[in-house]
């Protein structure tokens, strides 16, 4: 037996020949052996299993061992005693270290074989021990999986009681120790099936013993909920979520929510953590348990965590659906996180980025789940878009990249929607500022949506791009007059010159805000302009009729209004407002009885057209009749001569049954030169409407028509979309497409005071109504000697979001005209061709209707403004570079979205030869001019207090990395009811086996 045991151990043999000795052995072992060979034999086998060099060695130690003791279990009982497992497990065995995993294997085997005998009681006991001062040691994964196997074959090893409760718990915090020891995939599977063997022995002790399972799950908590920053638990902890009963998550979750021991700063980690166990492969039920605190968490109003952790976490979550093995509980998380933060675009802008990628991967990637994957992600995607509105840019190729794929319903969106925004968000955050993150790729500054005042935003903005007009605003001294216009002037300068990325006109508001309009709700922008042009316009009329009251040597001093005329210009021996030298314009309308040919003509100014849309056109808003429309055909006069702005009787534009319009072009599509026309169209007065003539004493049929007399130099067009319906008594909003042309001309006529009265309209049937558009044009030589046509180049548009009057959001173009370009459309752009009979129509000077350029100038337009950037989106807080070709195609790609109010710039004949100065007209400022002191010094203190805000906030974050504040952000929509950009109104499974490394998550 000696010579036996020595060969045994001896590596002097081949592998044959140490088989052959393995063989005798095992067949000795049924003969009689005396009990010290039995010992010797133990030992030998015992260094074979802990020492062998390699698994050969290993290997034939347990075969022999086992034979042995099968049939010698008394000898084997006294060598493997509780003291021998005790020194294995404390001191480890010769040079082997106690935290060897060969150890563990080695009790494991040896309680096997020793199953049956009394003394294996002994050991368990002293096991039960042991186990627990491990895992307390915190064991690497290996280990502790070769003590889960240990213990799940022999349960008896376990801890009782509370022991058993402290056992887990130790074994939890273990398990957040854990880390991946490298990046091959073989050792991430081996790694994974460590962890799954460690979490699968905490879900039997749960099941055998439930009262350990809360417990467990409270050091869960404690332990993703530490703040401490030099600990950050392991992701393995995923793995214990699937062995959660379904059943505890509602008594869990409204523990946690509700516990007010728990600080929001500790919840944030603990939501933070969880969302990042997304990445675990093979972990079930995650997605449940964060949704579960998700709703949780906005059930009791904790959206301050909600919005922390959606911003910090949504975009990682969105990286996980690259990876089929965690995608679909991915996409769950994220459809959530997203659908619910309905407050701010701000978290759907953090992954726009990276839709289009995913997508085309999802295209090629060649896994069948993907194709069904993809429509539930563009489902989401075209929810997003809908809810938020007025980011063109932004969505554009989006859309391109999913236009061949199947859309959802509106009803349908609006329905997700609905269901899943926070309840009462508005409430406990209203009073949030958002908070601010650098300046855009523009260098312009946003505006700070102060709760539903879109309309308030898209109008400055639009004013502000505006050049002439800004620069004069800019260049006027108040010297601290409290008006107004020191405001816009104050508000312009901030606009222009604050470090912000976004600025809030609480003091503008508060002083513009017309007294009908009520804080916080939604109202029309084209309203709010007239108001404040008009408000303005008369602030200044008053400041001049106070200067020219005073005595004139009293009024040579410097004073507030003499400044605020900062180049006077007369009409009919009266000083011109800013205003009215900007924006106003004047109007003829000319009445002429068709029985007696008297003419009855009267001028009035104007700040704005109301363009309605012929009957035939109003095809998607609303009733097909004319009666439809309740805005007057008439011109809005904006109240610059503090006049009413209800239109006087006899310019109203009555009921259809009553009012016959001259024919105007309906081929499609409709255009603002189409629309401007239809304005200047005249019209047949007869029936209800008809015309009281003074001469005739008696009503007669007569003809309306209007003229421009005077153009303005920035030409505002408010296209009337809102229309009433009779039946239904509401308003709705015609949501036909309307082209809008980069350059147009708009005919202007001789005043009627430097007119020949009898080159009106000259009827000769008022039976004749068919051809009446034919017989009331005057000859080419009296147009030629009273109208000139007016060019006009695009200068901003602001759109309309929404479907109703009621609610929607406002946002707004620009263009820039400082860049490169800014002299550019040269009045020779817009001559055309004669008709060569291939159905141009020659439009010279002489033409007495509104048109645009040729298509091919207006295409060389387009490619030279996308290369100079020189067009701007500004949705309140948020200001990007677009194209013109954004603004034309807006409506086709959202049809929510439409234009609203234009804004034209005049173009002067001889603009194209200034270079710098005043041009001709005196209306033109070349430069920007410098800022006075007073303004300077207010945007000096502000840029001071953001420095000092930015240092504050970064100490801040230093010092409490955890902290979180209710703060909305700076690129929210306004609008909080309905939610997101002004409502819905508004704007707008995955698989894979474990078989590639591409596909593990960590």
Not at 216 to 239: C, H, K, R
Request: charged share 20%; net charge negative; glycine share 6%.
């Amino acid at each position: 037996m000696d010579k036996i045991l020595e060969a045994l151990v001896s590596s002097n043999h081949s592998v044959p020949v140490k088989k052959a000795i393995v063989k005798r052995v095992v067949e000795a072992a049924e003969r009689e052996v005396t009990e010290e060979q039995c010992q010797a034999l133990y030992t030998v086998t015992t260094r074979l299993i802990l020492l062998g060099e390699d698994v050969f060695q290993k290997q034939v130690g347990f075969q022999v061992m086992e034979a042995y003791a099968r049939y010698h279990r008394a000898e084997f009982e006294q060598f493997f005693t509780k003291d021998f497992v005790l020194a294995l497990l404390q001191q480890g065995y010769c040079q082997l270290d106690r935290k060897d995993p060969a150890i563990m294997d080695y009790i494991h085997c040896c309680l096997r074989l020793l199953i049956s005998c009394p003394s294996v009681l002994d050991i368990f006991t002293v096991i039960q021990v042991e186990v627990l001062r491990i895992v307390c040691e915190r064991p690497e994964p290996f280990l502790c999986a070769r003590l889960s196997a240990l213990l799940a074959d022999f349960v008896q090893c376990i801890p009782r009681d509370k022991s058993a409760v402290l056992f887990c718990q130790q074994l939890v915090r273990t398990i957040s120790y854990f880390h991946c020891p490298a990046g091959q995939e073989r050792e991430l599977r081996e790694y994974v099936g460590q962890v799954t063997k460690v979490s699968t022995l905490l879900q039997n002790i749960w099941k055998a013993e439930p009262a350990t399972l809360l417990p467990s799950l409270q050091e869960v908590f404690a332990i993703i909920s530490s703040t401490d920053s030099g600990f950050d638990p392991s992701i393995a902890l995923a793995s214990l979520v699937q062995h959660i009963p379904l059943q505890m998550i509602t008594v869990l979750i409204k523990s946690l929510t509700t516990d007010q021991n728990v600080k929001d700063a500790s919840m944030t980690k603990a939501l933070c953590r969880m969302i990042d166990w997304l990445s675990w492969p093979l972990a079930q039920h995650v997605d449940t348990w964060v949704i579960a605190l998700l709703k949780g968490l906005a059930s009791v109003q904790k959206f301050t965590i909600l919005i922390d952790v959606t911003l910090l976490k949504i975009e990682l979550v969105f990286n996980r659906l690259w990876y089929p093995i965690v995608r679909q509980g991915a996409l769950v998380v994220l459809s959530h996180m997203l659908l619910s933060f309905q407050h701010s675009p701000e978290a759907f802008h953090l992954v726009v980025p990276r839709v289009v990628p995913l997508v085309q991967s999802l295209r090629t990637d060649g896994l069948p789940s993907s194709k069904a994957f993809l429509l539930q992600f563009t489902d989401l995607i075209h929810c997003m878009i809908y809810q938020y509105s007025g980011f063109p840019e932004l969505y554009d190729h989006i859309l391109e990249a999913i236009k061949d794929l199947t859309k959802p319903g509106e009803e349908k969106i609006k329905l997700v929607l609905n269901q899943s925004a926070w309840t009462s968000q508005s409430s406990s955050c209203a009073s949030g500022l958002l908070r601010h993150v650098g300046k855009s790729e523009t260098g312009k500054t946003g505006l700070i949506n102060l709760g539903n005042t879109c309309y308030m935003n898209s109008i400055i903005q639009t004013l502000f791009m505006a050049t002439d007009f800004r620069r004069h605003v800019l260049s006027l001294h108040l010297n601290g007059a409290n008006v107004l216009m020191k405001k816009l002037q104050l508000l312009f300068a901030f606009l222009g010159h604050t470090q912000r990325a976004a600025y809030a006109p609480r003091n503008f508001f508060e002083s513009s805000r017309p007294p009908w309009f009520n804080a916080g709700s939604q109202q029309d922008c084209s309203e709010y302009l007239r108001f404040l042009l008009d408000r303005l316009h008369e602030e200044e009329k008053t400041l001049q009729l106070l200067e020219s009251a005073k005595p004139k040597a009293v009024s040579s001093g410097v004073t507030a209004s003499k400044d605020l005329v900062d180049q006077p210009c007369t009409q009919g021996g009266e000083e011109r407002t800013l205003i009215e030298r900007m924006f106003g314009g004047r109007l003829s309308t000319g009445i002429r009885c068709m029985q007696c040919n008297s003419i009855s003509e009267k001028e009035e100014p104007f700040t704005d057209l109301s363009l309605a849309f012929c009957p035939s056109t109003t095809s998607k808003g609303g009733p097909q009749t004319e009666a439809s429309l309740e805005e007057p055909k008439g011109p809005s006069q904006g109240s610059v001569n503090g006049g009413s702005e209800a239109p006087e009787q006899g310019s109203v534009k009555p009921p259809v049954s009553s009012v016959h319009f001259l024919s105007v072009t309906n081929e499609p599509p409709l255009s603002v030169p189409d629309l401007v026309n239809y304005f200047l169209a005249p019209e047949i007065l007869d029936e209800e409407n008809a015309y009281f003539c003074e001469k005739c004493s008696s009503l007669q049929q007569a003809v309306r028509t209007i003229k421009v007399v005077t153009a303005p130099e920035y030409l505002i067009l408010t296209l009337l979309r809102f229309s009433y319906d009779a039946k239904c008594h509401v308003r709705r909003k015609i949501l036909d497409n309307v082209t809008i042309p980069p350059l147009m001309r708009l005919p202007m006529h001789a005043s009627s005071s430097t007119r020949d009265p009898s080159s009106l309209l000259k009827v000769d049937s008022p039976e004749s109504i068919e051809n009446q558009a034919k017989k009331l044009k005057p000859s080419q030589k009296d147009e030629e000697e009273e109208v000139q046509s007016v060019p006009y180049v695009l200068s901003s548009v602001v759109m309309h979001s929404g479907v109703s009057s009621e609610s929607g959001h406002y946002y707004s173009y620009g263009r820039d005209f400082n860049g490169a370009d800014g002299r550019q459309h040269p009045a020779n752009h817009f001559v055309q061709e004669e008709d060569l009979g291939n159905g141009q129509i020659e439009l010279s000077p002489a033409t007495c209707s509104a048109f645009t350029i040729p298509p091919k100038e207006t295409e060389a337009l387009i490619c030279r403004g996308q290369e100079a950037k020189d067009w701007l989106l500004f949705n309140d807080s948020r200001v990007t570079f677009t194209s013109f070709q954004s603004v034309q195609n807006v409506t086709s790609r959202f049809p929510k979205d439409t234009a609203y109010v234009l804004i034209y710039r005049k173009q002067d004949l001889t603009e194209c030869n200034i270079n710098e100065g005043v041009a001709s007209n005196g209306m033109r400022l070349s430069t920007e001019p410098p800022l006075q002191k007073e303004l300077l010094d207010a945007i000096t203190k502000d840029n001071k207090l953001y420095l000092q805000e930015q240092e504050l906030n970064a100490r801040t974050q230093a010092l409490q990395a955890s902290s979180s504040s209710c703060s909305f952000r700076p690129n929210g929509s306004d609008d909080n009811d309905p939610p997101g950009s002004c409502g819905p109104s508004g704007g707008g499974g995955g698989g894979g086996g474990l078989n590639t490394i591409s596909r593990l998550v960590f």
